[in-house]
């Protein structure tokens, strides 16, 4: 981490060193950028310091090779229920920084 508050940066450094291969480093990568184009720029800043914590499907992926199915089907999930108009409330209250509550119920949404 830079400073208190985790970055876009950091976490594009922990998945270079968490046993990821080459391309497994390339698709998480996309899929943080894809993330970062979906709720913004400083949607990683704001969540941090409005909540307190970092979605685990981020940080699992870029602790542990495991994560990466994980990370990889929330964010095509989200990229898929962006187009959807009737989501557009709850990217919002994404972008803003969403609680616990908040997050786990995007998890399963349908798509």
Request: net charge positive; glycine share 10%; charged share 25%.
């Amino acid at each position: 981490m830079t400073g208190s508050e985790l970055t876009w940066q950091d976490l594009d450094r922990l998945i270079s060193g968490n046993g990821l291969t080459d391309q497994g480093v390339e698709t998480m990568r996309w899929a943080l950028m894809r993330l970062r184009m979906l709720l913004g720029d400083s949607w990683l800043a704001r969540q941090y310091r409005k909540q307190g914590w970092l979605p685990g499907e981020l940080l699992f992926a870029g602790t542990h090779v495991y994560g990466l199915p994980q990370a990889l089907w929330f964010v095509l999930r989200l990229d898929h229920a962006v187009t959807e108009p009737t989501f557009t409330k709850v990217r919002a209250e994404l972008r803003r920084g969403a609680d616990r509550a908040m997050w786990r119920h995007t998890e399963p949404f349908s798509v």
